[in-house]
Structures are given as C-alpha cells and as structure tokens.
C-alpha cells in the first residue's frame, strides 16, 4: 500500500530564508510523487511531480524537491521564502497505474516579514 | 475560462435535507473525482469516474452518489446529510486514470456545513 507522511503539521519561515518542507513516502511500487499546495480558499495547485526521470524536480514558483530512495524522503525546498507562500503544502503519492492519489496531511506553511 | 468549475462554492444546510455539488470540466479530460477535505485539512478520494464509468468508490456511506451524465460533468448528490459531512469538497479531473504522473487539476471547493 502506498502512503506518505508529512513530517510537520506546521513550518515557520521569515521571508528571505530557506524553506524546508518534510515528506517521507511509503510504496510497494516505484512511486510517483507530487506537491501540491494550496491557498487560503483556494483549490489545489500542482507544484511539481516525480516520476523517475530524474531525481531531483524543479517546479513552479522556484520550489524544488529531491527524491531519495535510500531515505524515502521527497522533501520540499525554496531557497528564499516569499510572503505569497504561506499556504498549505500537500505532498502525494501515487502507486500502480489507475490508483488514486494518495494525500498526506498537509503542511501548513507561515511565512513572517 | 475556469478549468475545473464547481457549484455552488458554499452550502449550509440542515441536518437531514438533501443537496447536491455541481462539477464541470472544460479541458477534455476522460477522467474526473471528488475529494473531502476534513476540518484538520486532510484530503481523501470519494470517487472516480473515467469517462461516465465509476472507477474508484471507497468506503464511502450510500448517501452519497456520484452521477456522471457525460464526462465533462461529474456531479455529487447527498441524501440525509449529517453533521459529520461538514468539509470542503472538491472536484478534480485529469487528463487519464492511466498514468501514473498525470496531473489533476482541481477546483476551488464547496464548503459544506451542516446545522
């Protein structure tokens, strides 16, 4: 069975500072993996996904993620937090081929001047 | 144009009554879903339907049904609504069920609450 988890529930960053959003994943199967993020009253957002051909994914916004299949992490990262980045970040997995997505619990990111 | 649209964006309702969401998708894609969105913001899928054919039905109650009347169009009735319903459902769609890095495209919600 696939799964992920979401390592903290909460991240606080000032603008100009590095963000580090935690996920580690579970699967049976070579996975694919997303983040997704999501603005206050705002439907789901895409921000990048993996799916084996490199391991280390650029996505939009200038976030990126780096799949580690020794320590079944996907993390998330940006080199400097911008204030229109506090949102919730999901990270998901996606096992066989016409299974569901699979979403973890969220993280919920806050960004200070 | 709105890529995923949902209907209505909110909805309050009493205990017991019936109500239904609306979905549509202008993207041509084969594939379309609801999901819930609990209170502690964790997602989990309702349905699938790959082109007006339920896919995926997890442990769902019965008092929900999905009615797909052609593929651009995946609506979400629900019968008896309790309390425990509250949430934000959304609406989803993707190009296949097929692929495993297919994107979903969502849409912006329909929080529902329930008096």
């Known amino acids: 069975a696939q799964s992920v988890t979401q390592l903290d529930s909460h991240v606080s960053v000032s603008e100009g500072t590095p963000v580090l959003l935690r996920c580690n994943y579970s699967?049976?199967?070579?996975?694919?993996l997303f983040w997704y993020v999501q603005h206050p009253n705002k439907g789901l957002q895409l921000l990048l996904k993996?799916?084996?051909?490199?391991?280390l994914v650029k996505g939009i916004n200038g976030f990126e993620a780096e799949f580690k299949k020794s320590e079944t992490s996907f993390h998330l990262t940006k080199p400097s937090a911008h204030m229109s980045d506090a949102a919730e970040y999901f990270c998901v997995v996606r096992g066989l081929a016409g299974t569901a997505l699979i979403f973890g619990k969220g993280t919920t990111l806050s960004v200070s001047s | 144009d709105t890529a995923v649209s949902q209907t209505p964006k909110y909805l309050v309702t009493q205990m017991g009554n019936d109500k239904s969401i609306k979905c549509e998708q202008n993207l041509g894609h084969d594939t379309m879903y609801w999901y819930k969105q609990d209170s502690k913001k964790f997602l989990k899928i309702m349905f699938s339907?790959?082109?007006?054919?339920?896919?995926i039905n997890e442990t769902v109650p019965n008092r929900f049904s999905p009615k797909s009347p052609d593929k651009a169009h995946l609506n979400l009735h629900i019968n008896s609504l309790e309390l425990g319903d509250s949430a934000v459902y959304f609406c989803?769609?993707?190009?296949?069920?097929?692929?495993?890095?297919?994107?979903?495209?969502f849409g912006s919600g329909t929080q529902l609450s329930v008096l």
């Open positions: 339907y790959n082109n007006k054919e339920l896919i």
């Open positions: 699967s049976s199967y070579s996975p694919s």
């Open positions: 993996y799916t084996s051909a490199a391991t």
């Open positions: 989803a769609s993707s190009q296949t069920l097929g692929q495993p890095n297919e994107k979903l495209f």
